[in-house]
């Protein structure tokens, strides 16, 4: 079996993925593989042609947080960025869960999983959510100022919009005894 798990910016899905690790499942952290392709040649060279000098660090290393101020303001160059790395994120994420076949489970964490209509790619989908005040209360913890975390919550669907369209809901704005509670609702759900 394999799940996407999504929700909206600062609700929380890396809290939830140690919760599907401790029963059983494999985790893919799709954030994680963005980190790696940031590192390959043929991206830092699409980043420099397509948003120049000024989202590269003096070392030609992609500096994230500047792409980031990029290309949130911009919404063509968001495009152009998701258009480039998204195709080639989720082939890896894929090429990793072929082992399915062999009994295995796993959940994926794609950010922008209903954005991008990658339903079709899992056997069912999760969605954490939080109010938007815990959202901008994580954001501002993690040193993103109000407007920019606004900016970057409205490039995503509404969180209600990714509830609505989910096959299952944890909702992440109380313990972690409750979050974990959830999850282990929801793995019975999916495998029982």
């Known amino acids: ?25 494999a985790v893919i952290d799709t954030d994680k593989i963005a980190s790696a392709l940031h590192t390959e040649p043929m991206t830092r060279r699409f980043v420099r042609e397509r948003f120049g000098e000024s989202a590269l660090a003096a070392d030609g290393s992609i500096n994230r ?15 152009d960025l998701e258009a480039f790395m998204h195709p080639k994120i989720r ?5 990793l869960t072929k082992n399915t076949a062999q009994g295995k489970n796993f959940v994926v964490e ?16 999760v969605c954490v959510a939080a109010s938007e005040q815990v959202q ?43 979050l974990e509670a959830q999850v282990s609702e929801c793995v019975k759900f999916f495998t029982h």
């Open 110 to 125: 794609v950010p922008l999983l209903f954005e991008k209509n990658y339903e079709g790619d899992f056997d069912a989908t």
């Open 91 to 95: 082939e890896t994420w894929k090429n």
């Open 65 to 79: 947080a500047e792409l980031a101020k990029i290309v949130f303001s911009d919404k063509v160059a968001l495009a």
């Open 1 to 25: 079996m394999t799940l996407g798990l999504t929700g909206g910016i600062g609700c929380g899905k890396s809290s939830v993925l140690p919760a599907f690790e401790k029963l059983g499942f």
């Open 136 to 178: 901008l209360a994580r954001l501002e913890k993690r040193g993103l100022p109000p407007e920019q975390a606004r900016e970057r919550m409205a490039a995503q669907l509404p969180i209600s919009d990714k509830i609505r369209r989910a096959d299952f809901v944890v909702f992440n704005d109380g313990s972690r005894k409750f």
